[in-house]
């Protein structure tokens, strides 16, 4: 799945889209050329192409003439219109800004592939969230994907050339995107801007990919900053967490989370618990309240457990919070559970104890899988099994059928 995103609204949109400088300068331009003669040489040729390429104008000799949709931009009635104006513009962007600066001098650089990269930018963008991408690097990949055919001698001639005549291409295609608002740059790191990320999510919903779209921070909840967790970048999670714990105590949004996770699967519950565990010790009254819920029991001892050891280094451990066979049986179903939707063939992995027994775990796999054999989890019998089939050790497989065959037998009892 694609990172979540959250998207201003129409109105928002709309005004961003509206005062746009490339769509003024375009506005601009149609209207020149109905009141005066405009010489194409007097014209940057970015945006003259930009402008023959939505029919604005067009070219006649040495000078630019009305084009068939001249009046495209004087009178953009609603938020619809504005938005597929902008749209159609940023579309052209992406296709002609490298070729329109190439036709100033085209035998410079003539073999370089340079089509495409705009859209390739977008995406990168699009995917890196909050975190942006660094100038230099977009630049980087764009150069390696236009080479990518030429021997390296030609390559670097090539790329001096074009560069030379014409600027560096990533830069190039980044300061039309500024221009029309769909880039922002900030110390040398690109950003998609929101109208850019509400074009693409708009194009990828069109052609039947789905990406989860965030509500307002203020009716966040904790489905919702999970989510983020599993799906976004380190960056997008902090700002999320940050916005979402304004509204409420870190024990309060413990409790929230903890709640939730109990009743998901669990791979969500995993991810729910990783959060909980960012919100330190104001989630320990919470952590408390979970140990009495067999699926955050295991997660919850040893949370409240650091804990104590951060507070009181060698103090006994208290009885409620020794780890039992059925703890570890549940977070090995809970670990292993994302894997059992996996194709896996052939393959084998180790099911390895030595950690476990390093860190104070007194138990055998045997033990382990007896108490798997008689949880209430409900991918535990698909976990045995998967481990009868794909575990690298003979012995560990057949104690995992053997309890799997238990599961199977107390799910369906048998006839009287």
């Known amino acids: 799945m694609l990172p979540p995103l959250r998207l201003p609204g ?3 949109l709309t005004a961003l889209a509206s005062t746009a400088p490339l769509l003024t300068e375009l506005r601009g331009l149609a209207r020149e050329v109905r009141e005066t003669t405009v010489r194409t040489s007097d014209v940057d040729p970015l945006l003259g192409r930009l402008a023959v390429e939505t029919g604005l104008v067009e070219q006649d000799g040495g000078t630019l003439v009305p084009g068939e949709n001249v009046e495209w931009l ?3 009635a609603d938020d619809v219109a504005v938005l597929e104006a902008w749209g159609d513009t940023f579309a052209q962007v992406l296709d002609t800004t490298l070729d329109a600066a190439g036709l100033t001098q085209p035998h410079v ?3 370089l592939d340079l089509t495409g990269h705009g859209i390739a930018m977008v995406t990168t963008l699009f995917l890196s969230g909050r975190a942006g991408v660094p100038v230099a690097e977009l630049s980087a990949s764009l150069k390696s994907a236009a080479v990518a055919e030429l021997s390296q001698d030609v390559a670097g001639r090539q790329w001096e050339g074009w560069v030379g005549a014409h600027g560096d291409p990533a830069r190039l295609l980044l300061g039309q995107l500024a221009k029309l608002s769909a880039v922002t740059l900030a110390e040398e790191v690109a950003f998609l801007a929101p109208l850019a990320l509400f074009a693409v999510e708009a194009k ?3 052609s039947g990919v789905h990406v989860p779209e965030l509500p307002p921070p203020g009716e966040m909840t904790a489905d919702d900053v999970v989510l983020v967790s599993m799906l976004g970048t380190e960056e997008d999670l902090e700002a999320e967490l940050a916005s979402w714990l304004a509204e409420r105590t870190s024990e309060d949004a413990a409790r929230e989370l903890l709640a939730f996770a ?3 699967s669990a791979a969500v519950r995993t991810a729910a618990i990783a959060v909980v565990s960012r919100l330190g010790a104001a989630a320990e009254p919470a952590w408390r309240e979970a140990l009495d819920r067999p699926e955050l029991s295991c997660y919850a001892k040893p949370a409240l457990l650091a804990q104590l050891a951060d507070r009181s280094p060698g103090s006994a451990v208290p009885a409620e919070l020794k780890l039992g066979t059925e703890d570890f ?12 939707g996996l194709d ?12 476990l027994w390093d860190a104070g775990w007194t ?11 008689r949880l209430e989890h409900p991918d535990a019998e698909a976990v045995l099994s998967m481990l009868g089939k794909h575990s690298d050790q003979k012995k560990i497989a057949k104690a995992a059928r053997r309890a799997a065959f238990k599961a199977a037998s107390r799910r369906t009892p048998r006839r009287g």
Not at 344 to 354: A, C, E, I, Q, V
């Open 109 to 111: 650089g003539e073999d």
């Open 329 to 340: 049986a549940w977070l090995v179903a809970d670990t292993f559970a994302p894997l059992t």
């Open 363 to 373: 138990v055998t796999h045997e033990a382990v899988f007896d108490a798997m054999a």
């Open 74 to 76: 004087d009178d953009l």
């Open 344 to 355: 896996l063939g052939r393959g084998t992995f180790p099911f390895d104890m030595t950690q």
């Open 204 to 206: 990828l919903r069109a």
């Open 10 to 12: 129409e109105q928002a």
């Open 262 to 264: 109990a009743d998901e």
